[in-house]
């Protein structure tokens, strides 16, 4: 699922403090530590410390839930 590391960063300030937004110029969710996001924002001491990744998922879809669908036939 990891794909290159997000392209898109856009720094401002805002409430005193500097701030880092990321996300994807294709539409794809990204992904940090096996978490998914559709745009990250992080303060700006934090920009070279987490590295954020394009997936192959759309910002619309859903991740799948592996348990959701699953009939349990012993009840």
Known sequence: MKGDIVPVKE???EYGKDWVKRY???GMMIERDGELY???VDEAKYEFERVY?????PVEA????????VVNNDE
């Open 62 to 69: 859903e991740p799948i839930d592996p348990e959701e669908g």
């Open 53 to 57: 990744y394009e997936t192959d998922i």
């Open 11 to 13: 720094r401002y300030t």
């Open 38 to 40: 559709s745009e990250a």
């Open 24 to 26: 994807s110029d294709n």
